[in-house]
Protein backbone atom coordinates (compact mmCIF):
# COMPACT_ATOMS: atom_id res chain seq x y z
CA UNK A 1 0.00 0.00 0.00
CA UNK A 2 2.93 2.45 -1.04
CA UNK A 3 1.84 6.17 -1.04
CA UNK A 4 -2.06 5.15 -0.41
CA UNK A 5 -3.66 7.80 1.68
CA UNK A 6 -6.40 7.05 4.16
CA UNK A 7 -8.49 8.57 6.57
CA UNK A 8 -9.83 7.66 10.02
CA UNK A 9 -13.04 9.51 11.59
CA UNK A 10 -14.98 9.21 14.19
CA UNK A 11 -16.42 10.50 17.77
CA UNK A 12 -14.35 10.78 20.91
CA UNK A 13 -17.31 10.73 23.91
CA UNK A 14 -14.73 12.02 26.59
CA UNK A 15 -15.63 15.63 27.34
CA UNK A 16 -11.68 16.23 27.65
CA UNK A 17 -10.86 14.92 24.26
CA UNK A 18 -8.62 17.13 22.43
CA UNK A 19 -6.61 15.33 20.19
CA UNK A 20 -6.76 11.61 18.48
CA UNK A 21 -3.70 9.96 17.69
CA UNK A 22 -3.19 7.41 14.79
CA UNK A 23 -1.28 4.62 14.79
CA UNK A 24 -0.25 1.40 12.76
CA UNK A 25 1.38 -2.12 13.95
CA UNK A 26 4.29 -2.63 11.18
CA UNK A 27 3.68 -6.34 9.50
CA UNK A 28 5.88 -8.86 11.86
CA UNK A 29 6.50 -6.45 14.23
CA UNK A 30 5.32 -6.14 18.41
CA UNK A 31 4.99 -2.04 18.60
CA UNK A 32 3.29 0.29 17.22
CA UNK A 33 4.29 3.72 15.25
CA UNK A 34 2.18 7.23 15.11
CA UNK A 35 0.97 8.33 11.60
CA UNK A 36 -0.71 10.56 12.36
CA UNK A 37 -2.92 13.14 14.27
CA UNK A 38 -5.79 15.53 14.50
CA UNK A 39 -7.80 17.72 16.51
CA UNK A 40 -11.22 17.13 18.42
CA UNK A 41 -14.11 19.38 18.29
CA UNK A 42 -13.63 19.90 21.91
CA UNK A 43 -16.89 19.63 24.33
CA UNK A 44 -16.97 23.02 24.92
CA UNK A 45 -17.95 24.35 21.79
CA UNK A 46 -20.60 25.56 19.93
CA UNK A 47 -20.01 23.15 16.45
CA UNK A 48 -22.22 24.36 13.14
CA UNK A 49 -25.03 21.90 12.52
CA UNK A 50 -23.93 18.54 11.49
CA UNK A 51 -20.91 18.72 13.44
CA UNK A 52 -20.55 17.24 17.40
CA UNK A 53 -18.40 17.36 20.00
CA UNK A 54 -15.91 15.15 19.80
CA UNK A 55 -16.02 14.55 16.17
CA UNK A 56 -12.39 13.88 14.26
CA UNK A 57 -11.03 13.12 11.36
CA UNK A 58 -7.52 12.53 10.26
CA UNK A 59 -5.82 12.01 6.76
CA UNK A 60 -2.51 10.71 6.76
CA UNK A 61 -0.20 8.17 4.05
CA UNK A 62 -0.09 4.93 5.29
CA UNK A 63 3.57 3.48 5.63
CA UNK A 64 4.28 0.58 3.30
CA UNK A 65 5.08 -2.36 5.77
CA UNK A 66 1.29 -1.41 7.61
CA UNK A 67 -2.22 -2.37 6.52
CA UNK A 68 -5.28 -0.92 6.84
CA UNK A 69 -6.00 -3.88 9.16
CA UNK A 70 -3.38 -2.32 11.72
CA UNK A 71 -4.64 0.86 11.88
CA UNK A 72 -5.87 1.65 15.81
CA UNK A 73 -6.83 5.45 16.98
CA UNK A 74 -6.80 6.36 20.87
CA UNK A 75 -7.43 9.23 22.44
CA UNK A 76 -4.34 9.58 24.23
CA UNK A 77 -0.36 10.00 23.42
CA UNK A 78 0.42 6.83 25.32
CA UNK A 79 -2.06 4.86 23.15
CA UNK A 80 -3.85 3.56 26.02
CA UNK A 81 -7.18 5.10 25.50
CA UNK A 82 -8.78 3.51 22.15
CA UNK A 83 -11.76 4.51 20.60
CA UNK A 84 -14.28 2.55 18.85
CA UNK A 85 -16.87 2.63 16.43
CA UNK A 86 -14.23 4.44 13.97
CA UNK A 87 -14.59 4.74 9.82
CA UNK A 88 -10.88 4.21 8.25
CA UNK A 89 -11.61 4.93 4.23
CA UNK A 90 -8.72 5.15 1.50
CA UNK A 91 -8.86 8.11 -0.06
CA UNK A 92 -7.51 7.65 -3.09
CA UNK A 93 -5.39 5.01 -5.42
CA UNK A 94 -1.71 4.29 -4.17
CA UNK A 95 0.29 7.39 -6.81
CA UNK A 96 3.41 7.00 -5.66
CA UNK A 97 3.51 9.35 -2.84
CA UNK A 98 7.09 10.72 -1.61
CA UNK A 99 7.34 13.62 0.81
CA UNK A 100 9.19 16.03 -0.91
CA UNK A 101 12.86 16.89 0.55
CA UNK A 102 14.35 20.01 1.54
CA UNK A 103 17.75 20.84 0.19
CA UNK A 104 20.06 23.44 1.57
CA UNK A 105 19.20 26.11 -1.10
CA UNK A 106 15.29 26.19 -0.46
CA UNK A 107 15.77 26.64 3.26
CA UNK A 108 14.80 30.01 4.55
CA UNK A 109 17.54 32.66 4.93
CA UNK A 110 18.82 33.28 8.16
Excluded: E
Aim: hydrophobic content about 40%.
Amino acid sequence: MNGTFFSVSGLDPHDSADIAFVWCRPHGQDGRILVGSGHVVPAASNPPPGIQAGQFCVVFPLPNDCSADSIVVTGDRDGKVVLSDITIKQCSPSVGYRPAAISASAAPAA
